[in-house]
């Protein structure tokens, strides 16, 4: 899989103008940090030593730009231990994958607000993710490796209902598969599409991807219910379908 993106070159440039906003909230205990965490479904926390720290005013603009990632700041080191913080950093913390990833301050060497922008973008992975070149980063980089896709055309009839059925279903399978939306009216998506032999037309599917292995699988054409999906997964997960036949007549080595 070629990633469309180097997260350590965002990191060099700054892009967007940072603007004032307001001051973060602050978590000043562990009980409220923990809450802060378990609010949204992504969430980032700067553990910085003040409103003085290197990347305060950054993380501040990054936050007014990113407005679908909620972000704090903890100042208190008692709390930072409870997190294993040795050192300033900002985290951000996703259920999807039950996964936290850490930018250490001390290990950047050019810390930028756009660098910050897409430290937040490529790594808002959720309970449902929209596949495209910014999020393939955050998903092939999580440690779930086996994606539950749902291939839908946007516009469609069916689509909302589907994405909001499949990201009901997700909790269930928290740690074991990521949720992927593949919109087959996007250009880009069409090489996710042929790699499961699939034409727009013949959505709405829904696929399952095995990065460990690099197979995939399409559960068989019909109703895209809850319950058919649930066993669908639950037939990878228990091994059974390493005997199905694979989607797609050829193998890629890109989703």
């Known amino acids: 899989m070629l990633l469309p993106l180097l997260f350590f070159v965002l990191l060099s440039s700054d892009v967007f103008p940072e603007k004032d906003v ?88 050019k810390l930028k607000t756009d660098g910050l922008v897409n430290f937040f973008v490529i790594n808002e992975i959720r309970y449902i993710t929209e596949y495209n070149q910014v999020t393939a980063v955050g998903l092939f980089n999580s440690e779930v490796k086996a994606h539950l896709l749902l291939f839908a055309n946007e516009g469609s009839k069916e689509y909302t209902e589907l994405r909001d059925r499949l990201r009901d279903l997700a909790p269930e399978f928290t740690g074991k598969f990521l949720v992927v939306l593949i919109n087959g009216e996007v250009k880009y998506n069409s090489r996710s599409l042929e790699y499961f032999g699939l034409k727009s037309a013949d959505l709405p599917r829904v696929g399952i991807y095995d990065g460990n292995s690099d197979m995939k699988w399409l559960l068989p054409e019909g109703e895209i219910s809850t319950e058919r999906v649930r066993e669908f997964c639950q037939s990878f997960l228990r091994g059974e379908l390493k005997e199905v036949h694979q989607a797609g007549e050829t193998a890629k080595t890109e989703l």
């Open 22 to 109: 307001d001051a973060l909230p602050k978590l000043n205990d562990t009980k409220a940090a923990e809450a802060f965490i378990d609010s949204a479904e992504v969430v980032v926390v700067g553990f910085l030593e003040g409103e003085q720290s290197r990347g305060y005013k950054k993380l501040l603009a990054a936050a007014q730009q990113v407005k679908t990632v909620p972000v704090a700041m903890c100042t208190v080191k008692e709390v930072w231990v409870d997190f294993n913080v040795t050192s300033e950093s900002i985290s951000l913390f996703r259920k999807a994958d039950n996964s936290r990833e850490d930018l250490i301050l001390s290990q950047t060497k």
